[in-house]
């Protein structure tokens, strides 16, 4: 006691002898008997009241100071298990087994009967006790928390019913809006151990079950984060703790909801550790109540693993549970209320998808009640509510638009008149309002472009309308932006399909030449975003839109590709350039009468990636070469000569580190056109020579990289060596030990060269720079 009068609470040295005092105070009240601790149990509880413990910053302190209170709080109070708590069955298996129930009833009341006899000594010093406790429910760590729901578990079991029903009504009033997730964690924890305990009875589960519910569903948003996965997982373990404490009979009314909610939780839960712990309440409950609907067919495929992943528990467990009438509603309402205005993005494109995968399983609730209810939000106030919604409306337009095709129907069969003129005016709202402009517009940009594309999918009827204007507007401006370019470039294609091209598949020539020649004439805009959007744009055109323009359009991104003086800096953008060339076979089955010069030049330190741009280009048209064989020779013709600018004439060329990149781009480059040797004869030696020659560099990476590849290349292509001296060169380069200096290694690579009728590569001298120098002038 006198460490508790005297210790510091401020320095580190006060604190740890703190530490230790309350501690052993708190095993004494264990372990010791009641008759000798009971006499100082008021002093003890009163020295700690003095300490305000609850005010310090170290959690260890506040945790043993609450244990200290509850060993106190025990220590008023007699040992007995309370007559009136819920009891189900005997924790013994055999007792289970071999007591009947009617003996089993008999023994419970004559057991209640001599217990009701029983005084109750309620010292005064037990209120402060359990307020201590209470207020420790809301404490900002999850450790004192937890030692104090214990202390409530273990306090209300020695308590008669009278007050432990006023306990269980304090707990409950910790789950208001004006708590923190603190508070509501805290008394998920107290619940649980009160259930497990049986000191819930089954009257209380009225008031209990709707508040277990909500912390179920608890997510309070912070900005741009939330708070309140603790507490959802905390109701789980509720919920747990009901399946092992009450018969299924007393839990029987509380099922469907209980259920309905559990399976919210394990499938749309953003957080893991949530899911997971919803799945094992759910198998739990399962398990012992059995009352559960469809619960061993849900469980078998929502098990623990399952859960772990959240696409899949989105796009193919909430299908699989929406199968089951007693679930559909609830899940689509969970979405379509909760899910769609979640902080997180990627939860909510999510939502938007498995709305549109459930649709077709409930289509009059979506046509009377979903569309309806989302249709205002996608103009509303809250950004992340209009966002959630504008993609979920468009990707229930596609799925019903997808369901009218297999019924060989159309959408308007399924959507009325109403519905319709919400659609089109979605857009028009958004652009009077201002809406695709600071920080919410980039998710603006990107949901209308998602609702552009879905809706061009859908083949809504808007052809011709002013609304087609606007969104090609909306189109060439998302363009213009970093972030939002991909999600636009994706719509493109459904877009100009649907709305730009007549019955007959061809399109219209004033709208051809006005969209090409903008897009084109952005290429050379001086903002490099706006390049990398134009460029993958013509990349996603389709190919009714670029016949009679493929020539300007490739040689525009073949410029954009190029390096000149004026923009070196925008790699990216010629990174784009190029992927537009690549991305569409549109362009190669057109090519076959067009001479492409793709030129190498720059600096030194830009070969590599010219190369490998070259390299990217050279293989996607030798891959299409059936579809111009005028243009094969062309192409390879330009990759040997990408080759023949940074293939070494001596390995002493190559004793820089950053040189090594280039060697591998030779190595990868020269297997592949060795399979083309049948369009130019001429350039396989020089090939296998170049090749050949990476086989002694000073650099032990390349030197091996060269052996592997020329393995594979000799297994893929056995006609390039004698048969007769294929199976030793094989032999050479496999059991060769190419780490080796260079001067062992080169007469090996000198024999493999013999042995492929290869002409030895010759080391010639290079004059350096300073020998070129004059010699100075004597003075």
């Not at 404490?245 to 939780?265: C, G, H, N, W």
Request: aromatic share 6%; hydrophobic share 40%; with cysteine.
């Amino acid at each position: 006691m006198s460490i508790l009068y005297n210790a510091d609470k401020i320095t580190m040295v006060g604190m740890t002898q703190l530490s230790g005092c309350l501690r052993m105070l708190a095993l004494l009240f264990k372990h010791g008997k009641r008759e000798d601790l009971l006499e100082y149990a008021p002093i003890v509880l009163r020295r700690v009241e003095e300490l305000t413990l609850p005010e310090m910053r170290n959690t260890i302190l506040r945790k043993l100071g609450v244990k200290v209170v509850q060993r106190i709080g025990l220590t008023f109070l007699k040992q007995r298990v309370a007559s009136w708590r819920y009891q189900r069955g005997s924790r013994s298996l055999a007792d289970n087994l071999t007591l009947s129930k009617s003996q089993a009833s008999d023994a419970s009341s004559s057991m209640q009967d001599r217990n009701e006899d029983d005084e109750y000594d309620i010292p005064d010093e037990l209120e402060e006790v359990i307020e201590q406790l209470l207020a420790g429910l809301k404490d900002k760590d999850t450790i004192v928390r937890w030692s104090a729901a214990k202390g409530i578990g273990r306090i209300t079991g020695r308590l008669p019913q009278e007050l432990a029903g006023e306990v269980v009504g304090s707990v409950l009033e910790l789950f208001t809006l004006q708590e923190s997730d603190g508070s509501w964690h805290g008394g998920c924890l107290a619940l649980a151990e009160l259930g497990r305990r049986g000191l819930l009875v089954t009257e209380r589960l009225v008031e209990v079950v709707p508040v277990v519910l909500k912390a179920l569903a608890y997510d309070d948003r912070r900005g741009n984060f939330s708070v309140g996965a603790h507490v959802r997982d905390a109701a789980c373990y509720v919920c747990w703790s009901f399946a092992r404490a009450y018969e299924p009979q007393d839990i029987l009314p509380y099922v469907t909801s209980i259920a309905s909610a559990l399976v919210k939780a394990s499938i749309f839960d953003r957080e893991v550790n949530v899911r997971r712990a919803a799945a094992a309440a759910f198998q739990e409950n399962v398990g012992r109540q059995g009352t559960f609907p469809h619960g061993i067919d849900i469980l078998t495929t929502a098990d623990y693993y399952a859960v772990g992943n959240r696409s899949i528990c989105y796009l193919e467990l909430s299908v699989f549970v929406a199968q089951f009438p007693e679930y559909i509603q609830s899940l689509i309402d969970h979405l379509k209320d909760i899910k769609i205005s979640h902080w997180d993005s990627s939860v909510r494109e999510l939502t938007a998808k498995a709305l549109g995968n459930l649709a077709p399983m409930a289509l009059d609730y979506y046509v009377e009640t979903v569309l309806p209810d989302l249709l205002p939000k996608t103009t509303g106030i809250d950004l992340y509510l209009r966002h959630g919604a504008i993609l979920s409306v468009s990707e229930i337009i596609q799925a019903l638009s997808s369901l009218a095709v297999q019924q060989n129907g159309k959408i308007t069969d399924y959507v009325n008149q109403e519905i319709m003129e919400q659609l089109r005016t979605i857009a028009k709202k958004l652009t009077d309002a201002k809406l695709f402009r600071g920080l919410g517009g980039e998710l603006m940009r990107k949901a209308v472009s998602c609702m552009i594309q879905n809706l061009s999918l859908s083949r809504i009827p808007f052809h011709g309308e002013p609304i087609i204007e606007l969104w090609q507007e909306i189109i060439d401006d998302n363009l213009h932006h970093l972030e939002r370019e991909l999600a636009t470039v994706n719509a493109i294609p459904a877009f100009f399909t649907e709305y730009y091209r007549d019955p007959s598949g061809i399109a219209n020539p004033a709208k051809q030449e006005q969209i090409v020649e903008k897009y084109l004439q952005e290429l050379k805009n001086s903002v490099e975003n706006s390049r990398m959007g134009y460029s993958l744009a013509l990349g996603a055109m389709p190919k009714f839109l670029i016949q009679g323009c493929l020539n300007s359009i490739l040689s525009g991104l073949i410029v954009t590709s190029q390096i000149t003086p004026g923009d070196k800096k925008m790699a990216e953008a010629r990174r784009d350039a190029v992927n537009a060339i690549t991305s569409s076979n549109e362009f190669v089955s057109q090519s076959c009468d067009l001479n492409v010069d793709v030129t190498i030049h720059g600096q030194r330190s830009n070969i590599r990636k010219q190369l490998l741009v070259i390299t990217l280009v050279s293989s996607f048209m030798i891959g299409f070469r059936s579809n111009f064989i005028c243009g094969l020779g062309m192409t390879i013709t330009r990759t040997s000569s990408c080759l023949s600018h940074v293939t070494p004439r001596s390995t002493s060329q190559f004793t820089v580190k950053s040189q090594i990149s280039k060697l591998l781009v030779i190595t990868l480059v020269s297997p592949f056109m060795i399979g083309f040797r049948s369009n130019f004869i001429c350039g396989l030696g020089m090939i296998i020579a170049r090749t050949s020659l990476c086989l002694s560099h000073v650099t032990p990476r390349s030197t091996k990289t060269t052996a592997n590849k020329l393995y594979e290349t000799l297994v893929t292509y056995d006609d390039l060596c004698p048969e007769e001296t294929l199976e030793e060169v094989m032999t050479i380069l496999s059991e060769t030990s190419w780490d080796d200096p260079v001067e062992e290694v080169r007469p090996i690579r000198n024999k493999i060269c013999d042995l492929m009728n290869v002409k030895r590569p010759v080391q010639t001298k290079t004059v350096s720079m300073d020998a070129q120098k004059p010699a100075p002038s004597p003075h």
